[in-house]
């Protein structure tokens, strides 16, 4: 994709985004594409099943662990420039200083980040991206969409992730670019290989799972780790835990939480 | 957040009197014990061979600790109240032995792990955080959420048990019935056991 057509795809997001923005004042699950979203699940799951999984596995058979790990920061590096332009745009000073201090560590002391040498000095990832800096500044419910081939996301984090892809491209430029998007690719998808085993074990409609997995972690990351726990208790409701004759009131209020969550 | 509640308990305890603060401190500290018991009982698990040997050491804890009950009415919500004794009693068991049987399947092999107690939040008994640290450093956050001394929510790096399971399990019923979740869950049930 040409620079002009990623910037062009990532206003159309944000311009649908802020449109959207009203729609909710809180992070939790909104997803009126259910329909499509789970047909292009079905679909994306089968093609990473059949190939991606196997190659992340052979993968992570091959490479030694200290290989794979090193790898794996040196692409997290590379993203740090994101990370640290967005701490500095959702107004946390020191988050994007610490992150702007790695670069530079990691890059050069690090071996291009191949050892996160910053992390040892007390100066760990902030993990921050512009889907966070959206929400930060105001748009907290968004659109839930399962992007074929590309996986989970929302409106509001779609240009974030296109960005994030799009990285090596920027860096690396020419034809070698494509080499390092399929290593960086197949390194993302080894390194979720537990947690997708963990909902192939647990999950019994891994769409949901995948889906409520995705919007608790986006909120985790947009609070920083520390999300208030007042809203985590107010999402369950006093009824779930009281007697079995609950009151007309509470029916109401949890058909309202069912039809956003469902 | 956390830091801004514990200044204020902090703030209340020396300006008021001291009881309510010793009694929440002591109620504090036997939730930590408890949850501390429990990661004992898991490290324990983990250095035993064989599934029912992890599960025959987990279950005794995930019975006392655990509030199963609680956590069935979330997962399925209003499908709760039209249950008859019979069907909440047995999604009761099943979703006991899941429990006990997806502990035993995920911690089944020790390789120097260890639980650590964060500092944040000792004097609560209603939250326990807690860091499960890895031998190359490496550390998943797991807080334990309770209501009267009983874990009904286990929350790992962010991502809540309890809330996935209410998706997931609400998504089941609403698609496929209540019958369908049981035996969904016996067939998870059968595949963790089988995780040797």
Known sequence: MKPYGVVGFCCCCLIASGCTSLEGEDYGVFDPYETNNRRSYDVTDSVDRAVLVPVARGYRKVLPDWFERGLSKMFQNLRTVDSSVNGFLQGKPKSGGIDFARILINATIGVGGFFDVASRWDLPYQDEDLGQTLAVWGIKKSRYLYVPFFGPSTLRDLPSDVIRSWVPQMLFGGDIHWGVSVVDLVRARAGALAASDIRDASALDPYAFTRDAYFQRRRFLIYDGDPPLEDFFSDFGEEDFGEEDSSEQDEASEDASVEVTD | MVHRLKVFIVGVACCSALTPWSDASADGASTHAA??????????????????????????????????EGIARISVGRTWRGLSVDDRDRFKRLLRELIVATYADRFDRFAGQSFEMEADGLDRDDLVRTRLVKVDGSSVGLDYYLRDGRVFNVVADGVSDLSLRRADYRSIVKRQGFNALLGHLETKIALARSGD
């Open chain 2, 35 to 68: 949850i501390a018991t429990f990661h004992a009982t898991l490290i324990a698990a983990m250095q035993q061979t064989g599934v029912d040997a992890r599960e025959n050491l987990i279950a005794g804890q995930v019975q006392r600790l655990f509030d199963v």
